[in-house]
């Protein structure tokens, strides 16, 4: 279910070079790059990075070469795949965040009461970024792992975040994410979906029945921090087929709010938010 990056995200910030002379265009390529690779398409050709990220292919090459050279990507000859070295890049993050440290055995707790896969996340631009997750079973078609991405407007995490948003910030998200739908049942309009946002704000938490795959319900409340500001979502994740909405919010709810209630207490006893 993750997204390629699109050109057009990546003319923008290598476009930043004019404005800012400290921006570095090669290091913005090579993340790009990086960021080409999904769980759809481990193995890309030279021509397969250009397409997805807009770059010349002779910059695409150089970008790949260099990433092998470093050991952070590999090759068959023919395509191109990153090697596990680059999990390196994203251990960084995770072992100097104290969220990430603080929610992994919360939603494993969770996710042992419930018998149910449990995740964290944040909003990173527009998308939402897992951070921690508890998987009981795969109940997507896609599966997700911390570092997986999905879109915000339709999960119930990402609603969850961008309820809280101040309103300019999420008037100039809704202008310019397009809403795509992925089921029947997926929000694509804006007026709708900010309806739907305050609804959020008003219960304190977000439930999205099938719109971002068919058979699958989630629930997710806010991660706050000592100021009151959200900071991150947890969220439980289960087959339609086995539970209904109102049971989602008898069972799983609660715990979740125990959880969000025990990682604020955390939060502010580490001084890291």
């Keep these: 279910m993750a997204e390629t990056l699109h050109p057009a995200e990546v003319a923008k910030e ?28 481990p193995n890309l050709t030279i021509a397969d990075i250009a397409k997805i990220t807009g770059l010349p ?12 050279q470093l050991g952070y990507a590999g090759s068959d000859g023919r395509t191109f795949f990153l090697k596990p070295k680059i999990l390196a890049l994203g251990y960084s993050f995770l072992s100097s965040a104290p969220l990430a440290t603080i929610l992994d055995p919360l939603i494993e707790q969770v996710s042992g009461a419930v018998q149910e896969s449990c995740s964290a996340a944040v909003l990173d631009e527009d998308e939402l970024v897992y951070i921690a997750r508890a998987a009981t079973k795969r109940i997507m078609s896609v599966g997700l792992n911390v ?35 992925f089921t029947e049942r997926t929000i694509v309009a804006a007026d709708p979906l900010k309806r739907e946002l305050e609804r959020v704000r008003e219960r304190g938490f977000s439930l999205v029945d ?41 069972q799983f709810l609660p715990r979740l709010l125990r959880a969000a209630e025990e990682a604020r207490v955390l939060l502010v006893r580490s001084r890291g938010v």
């Design 147 to 181: 570092g997986s991405r999905l879109p915000a407007y339709c999960t119930s995490m990402g609603r969850v975040l961008l309820a809280a948003l101040p309103e300019a910030e999420l008037d100039a998200y809704l202008a310019r994410v397009v809403l795509k739908p």
């Design 14 to 41: 290598v476009a930043k070079e004019d404005s800012d002379p400290n921006f570095m265009t090669s290091l913005a390529r090579g993340l790009s790059v990086i960021r080409a690779f999904t769980e759809r398409e």
């Design 210 to 250: 099938q719109e971002l795959e068919l058979g699958l319900r989630s629930i997710a409340v806010p991660i706050r921090a000592a100021s009151g500001g959200v900071v991150a979502a947890v969220n439980v994740s289960a087959q339609a087929a086995r539970v209904t909405c109102p049971e989602m919010e008898v």
């Design 57 to 68: 292919r002779a910059a695409a090459r150089r970008c790949l070469l260099t990433l092998m």
